[in-house]
T-cell receptor, first 112, second 115 residues
Framework: KQEVTQIPAALSVPEGENLVLNCSFT??????LQWFRQDPGKGLTSLLL?????REQTSGRLNASLDKSSGRSTLYIAASQPGDSATYLC???????????FGTGTRLTVIP | DADVTQTPRNRITKTGKRIMLECSQT?????MYWYRQDPGLGLRLIYY???????NKGEISDGYSVSRQAQAKFSLSLESAIPNQTALYFC??????????????FGEGSRLTVL
């Protein structure tokens, strides 16, 4: 069974800092990998989706990379802002059916 | 209005009661999903549906049932609720038929407490 791990579980950074969130998965046979943001009491918002054939995706200040062979993905956030404070979740889809395996998330706090 | 709407948002019930959580979407997506979220365990898939006539079990379907009443509606039922079904439940949708990327769109969640 696919297992997805996110380390660290929590991270605090000062505003303006660039940061990297890590995601690792045990089975490299994936269809895609998705990064989500979850605010307290809210649902998940999709940030980036990387297909298995891709190495990275970018959206604004966010850049996600994928290294299937090593079972790793990173989410890079440039010039962090207090509004970036949230829990970030990565999830792996192995079949294309959106039967996602989720990590438990990294709770990010950006200090003004 | 939200594209994916879940009702109720919060519910407290007792062991043995039947509970239904409802989900409706205005995105026109063909695929719908039910996940539950537990602290320390992440989200896990309960059931998913590719269209009205296609229902599939997810990782943790025991104790749950679903109904896809229409393309836009997907409900989750707990026939006899038990305390370890206390969790935050999410409905999600994705677009496949019109060539969507597989991106998931989530509702805001239904918090269920079983006493």
């Amino acid at each position: 069974k696919q297992e997805v791990t996110q380390i660290p579980a929590a991270l605090s950074v000062p505003e303006g800092e660039n940061l990297v969130l890590n995601c690792s998965f045990t089975d490299s046979a994936i269809y895609n990998l998705q990064w989500f943001r979850q605010d307290p009491g809210k649902g998940l918002t999709s940030l980036l989706l990387i297909q298995s054939s891709q190495r990275e995706q970018t959206s604004g200040r966010l850049n996600a990379s994928l290294d299937k062979s090593s079972g790793r993905s990173t989410l890079y956030i440039a010039a962090s802002q207090p509004g970036d404070s949230a829990t970030y979740l990565c999830a792996v889809d192995q079949t294309g059916a959106n039967n996602l395996f989720f990590g438990t998330g990294t709770r990010l706090t950006v200090i003004p | 209005d939200a594209d994916v709407t879940q009702t109720p948002r919060n519910r407290i019930t007792k062991t043995g009661k039947r509970i239904m959580l409802e989900c409706s979407q205005t995105k026109g997506h063909d695929r719908m999903y039910w996940y539950r979220q537990d602290p320390g365990l992440g989200l896990r898939l309960i059931y998913y549906s590719f269209d009205v006539k296609d229902i599939n079990k997810g990782e943790i379907s025991d104790g749950y049932s679903v109904s896809r009443q229409a393309q836009a509606k997907f409900s989750l039922s707990l026939e006899s609720a038990i305390p370890n079904q206390t969790a935050l439940y999410f409905c999600a949708t994705s677009d496949f038929l019109t060539g969507g990327s597989g991106e998931l769109f989530f509702g805001e969640g239904s918090r269920l407490t079983v006493l």
